[in-house]
C-alpha cells in the first residue's frame, strides 16, 4: 500500500499572503489529521477529518482551516501567514481515527514565511 | 487532560550500550500510548504501541516498551544502539474525545545520539 503523501514537501511564503498544504491519506483510511511541528512549541495537533466532517479542533487561531474530500483526501489552508507559522506540517491517517488506531505519518510539507 | 512528559531533550549512548529513553504520562481515562521516530527531513514512524493488552510491547527494529501503571511511565529501551538509530523519538498519548476518538498529545522529544 502506497503511503501517506504530502504536496508540495516545501514552500516559501511571505507575511500577509496565504498557503494551501494537501495530503492523500493510505487508501482505505476515512481519518486524517494534521500536526504543526516546530522547534519551540513542538508537536502540536491542528484539526482531525472524518468522513468530510471536522471531529475536533486543536488550540489554534480561525486563520488555520482544513477539509476534507470524499475519497478522504484533505487540505489545510492558513490565511495571512505570520512569521510564527514557519514549521513542518505533518498529516497523518488511520482507519477510523480511534484513539488505539495507529496514526500513519506522511513526510510533512515544510512552510518557511519570510 | 492527557498529557506526556519525556525526561531528557538529548541523550547520547556508544554503538553496543543499552538504550534507555523515558516517558511518563497522565491521563484521566485508561491510556493508550505509543512510541515514533523521526530522522531529519521525514515524518514520524511508529516503533510500538500500548493499547491494554500485553504492558511488555515488543516494536521495530529491537525496541520494546514497558507499561507501568503504577509509575505512569512508558520507556522505551534497546538493548544494544547501533548507529542507525541515531533520530528523534517521540512519546505520545492518545487524547480522549467523543468516547472513541484521539488525536495524539506527544512529548518534546528526545534525539538520540550514538558514538562509535
Known amino acids: 500500500k502506497a503511503g501517506v503523501t504530502q504536496t508540495p514537501r516545501y514552500l516559501i511564503k511571505t507575511r500577509g499572503q496565504q498557503v494551501t498544504l494537501s495530503c492523500s491519506p493510505i487508501?482505505?483510511?476515512?481519518?486524517v489529521s494534521w500536526y504543526q511541528q516546530t522547534p519551540g512549541q513542538g508537536l502540536q495537533f491542528l484539526f482531525e477529518?472524518?468522513?468530510?466532517?471536522?471531529?475536533n479542533k486543536g488550540n489554534f487561531p480561525g486563520r488555520f482551516s482544513g477539509r476534507q474530500f470524499s475519497n478522504s483526501r484533505s487540505e489545510m489552508n492558513v490565511s495571512t501567514l505570520e512569521l510564527g507559522d514557519s514549521a513542518l506540517y505533518l498529516c497523518?491517517?488511520?482507519?477510523?481515527?480511534?484513539?488505539?488506531?495507529?496514526?500513519?505519518f506522511g513526510p510533512g510539507t515544510r512552510l518557511t514565511v519570510l | 487532560a492527557q498529557s506526556v512528559t519525556q525526561l531528557g531533550s538529548h541523550v547520547s549512548v556508544s554503538e553496543g550500550a543499552l538504550v534507555l529513553l523515558r516517558c511518563n504520562y497522565s491521563?484521566?481515562?485508561?491510556?493508550?500510548l505509543f512510541w515514533y521516530v523521526q530522522y531529519p527531513n521525514q515524518g514520524l514512524q511508529l516503533l510500538l504501541k500500548?493499547?491494554?493488552?500485553?504492558?511488555l510491547v515488543k516494536g521495530i527494529n529491537g525496541f520494546e516498551a514497558e507499561f507501568k501503571k503504577s509509575e505512569t511511565s512508558f520507556h522505551l529501551t534497546k538493548p544494544s544502539a547501533h548507529m542507525s538509530d541515531a533520530a528523534e523519538y517521540f512519546c505520545?498519548?492518545?487524547?480522549?474525545?467523543?468516547?472513541?476518538?484521539?488525536?495524539?498529545?506527544f512529548g518534546k522529544g528526545t534525539k538520540l545520539s550514538v558514538k562509535p
Open positions: 497523518a491517517s488511520s482507519p477510523y481515527g480511534g484513539r488505539s488506531d495507529t496514526q500513519y
Open positions: 487508501s482505505g483510511h476515512r481519518s
Open positions: 477529518y472524518f468522513s468530510e466532517t471536522q471531529r
Open positions: 491521563s484521566s481515562v485508561p491510556p493508550y
Open positions: 500500548y493499547t491494554s493488552a500485553a504492558t
Open positions: 505520545a498519548v492518545s487524547d480522549n474525545y467523543g468516547g472513541s476518538q484521539g488525536n495524539l498529545i
